[in-house]
């Protein structure tokens, strides 16, 4: 079956520090890749995406590559904010039956100014 | 354009009483899902529909039914809540996956999400 890992948090920072997240994945099938952010009190939005091996995706600053030989979408910031805080999701559909998203149990991300 | 809407916003029953929650998109989208998310568990798939007049079930659909009412509209009705229904239910939605065999794309869009305590 389907299934993805995610580091445990929570995660605190202090702004400006170097955030990774770690996230590796079990998969039939080839599949796509996403991270997701959820902010206290809302609902989950799509942070950045990556369909094939070696594709990076990015947005916000934000970046993960996808790397098929060691089966891991790893979330990277060079420089975090507290307005990062948050909890991130990754998560994986394939290409086959219903497409819904396997998602990881998410890491909370704590900024300390 | 609102994106995906969903009602209300917060609930509490007692046990063995019924509700339906529902969900609305306005992006055209073919696919819609319900997820709960549970502490230190992520979001399960409880149900989907991949189109108009088509659902299916999902990891942990026990307890639960729904209805595509159409295109926009896909509901979730707990007929007997009980406790270990008290969860955060969130409604996606996505455009079919165009399948190109290397992945494809599936991005999904959530609502707000319904906060059901049930006591």
């Known amino acids: 079956g389907n299934s993805v890992t995610q580091m445990e948090g929570p995660v605190t920072l202090s702004e400006e520090a170097f955030l990774t997240i770690n996230c590796t994945y079990t998969a039939t099938g080839y599949p796509s890749l996403f991270w997701y952010v959820q902010y206290p009190g809302e609902g989950l939005q799509l942070l950045l995406k990556a369909t094939k091996a070696d594709d990076k995706g990015s947005n916000k600053g934000f970046e993960a590559t996808y790397r098929k030989e060691t089966t891991s979408f790893h979330l990277e910031k060079g420089s975090v904010q507290v307005s990062d805080s948050a909890v991130y999701f990754c998560?994986?559909?394939?290409?086959?039956?219903?497409?819904?998203?396997?998602f990881g149990s998410g890491t909370r991300l704590q900024v300390q100014p | 354009n609102a994106g995906v809407t969903q009602t209300p916003k917060f609930q509490v029953l007692k046990t063995g009483q019924s509700m339906t929650l529902q969900c609305a998109q306005d992006?055209?989208?073919?696919?819609m899902y319900w997820y709960r998310q549970d502490p230190g568990m992520g979001l399960r798939l409880i149900y989907y529909?991949?189109?108009?007049?088509?659902?299916d079930k999902g990891e942990v659909p026990n307890g639960y039914n729904v209805s595509r009412l159409n295109k926009r509209e896909f509901s979730l009705r707990l007929e007997s809540a009980a406790p270990s229904q008290t969860s955060v239910y969130f409604c996606a939605s996505s455009e079919a996956a165009t399948g190109t065999g290397t992945g494809g794309e599936e991005t999904q869009y959530f609502g707000p999400g319904t906060r059901l305590l049930v006591l």
């Open positions: 992006m055209n989208h073919n696919s």
């Open positions: 529909s991949a189109s108009e007049g088509t659902t």
């Open positions: 998560a994986l559909s394939v290409n086959t039956g219903r497409r819904a998203l396997t």
